[in-house]
């Protein structure tokens, strides 16, 4: 199987909100700089719902920023992280957006079936729908479900596809969804993308070339945006190469 298990959006979801509380501004800071460790190093005293699910997304985005596929460890403090801020505060919107992408990375080297028998895609899925129904025009949660889709039907098959809800369609609606609220975020366009051309870049082949475009044309103002739009640029030239060989790059994307 590919290694591409439920990915559901992994770093747009990275970039939410700043946080409201001014002590951690400096925590901000730093992981927009993509100093990932000084940020966590700012928050090693706040326990605050606020402080931990931003912990949780500082964790992920160094998690998935390198070359190699994310540290388990990291994964794991990040859930974490999610779990304690959730248990204060279970509405808490970043809070389930990161639980949600903590387990959709967990899964990913596991098998269909061993991924079946944990029932976090489907949690995973549930969290983002949780946001959505308190925040309908929430750019993560509508991005994370668009790539979500495209990741059960690429991984799971149609029969995947219809036990779990998933298709294409859903996707590309989440997708306009998402830059209907945002349409100059590289990370929405560039998710899409990626899990589009690692769907079947043949076939998308147009469409993927416009996400692309759209995220190398976007501004960034953060570290990690870089890195996706450096990702994009990479994977736009294999495009223009080769359908194949970029879809199997692309399968191997983050």
């Known amino acids: 199987m590919r290694r591409t298990v439920f990915l559901a959006f992994v770093l747009a979801g990275l970039a939410i909100a700043p946080l409201a509380v001014a002590d951690e501004a400096a925590a901000e800071a730093a992981f927009v700089r993509g100093e990932y460790d000084a940020a966590l190093t ?86 983002a729908e949780g946001v959505l129904e308190d925040e309908p025009g929430n750019v993560y949660a509508h991005g994370f479900l668009s ?54 870049a043949r076939k998308y082949h147009d469409e993927v070339l416009s996400a692309l475009d759209a995220a190398l044309a976007a501004p960034v103002d953060t570290e990690l945006e870089r890195v996706m739009q450096a990702r994009a640029a990479m994977l736009k030239a294999e495009m223009l190469r080769d359908d194949r060989r970029a879809e199997e790059i692309a399968a191997g994307m983050l």
């Open 42 to 127: 700012e928050l090693s005293d706040s326990k605050t719902a606020d402080a931990l699910a931003f912990r949780a997304r500082a964790l992920l985005a160094e998690a998935m920023s390198g070359p190699a596929d994310p540290p388990e460890d990291m994964l794991h403090r990040a859930l974490e992280d999610a779990n304690v801020a959730l248990i204060m505060d279970p509405s808490h919107s970043e809070a389930r957006l990161q639980r949600a992408i903590a387990l959709s990375l967990i899964l990913r080297p596991m098998s269909v079936r061993e991924a079946r028998k944990t029932g976090w895609a489907e949690e995973a899925r549930d969290l």
């Open 147 to 200: 790539v979500w889709n495209l990741e059960v039907v690429h991984r799971g098959g149609r029969i995947g596809a219809m036990i779990l809800g998933a298709g294409v369609s859903d996707g590309r609606a989440h997708y306009e969804a998402a830059t209907a609220a945002a349409s100059d975020d590289a990370s929405v366009h560039w998710q899409w993308a990626r899990a589009l051309a690692a769907l079947n």
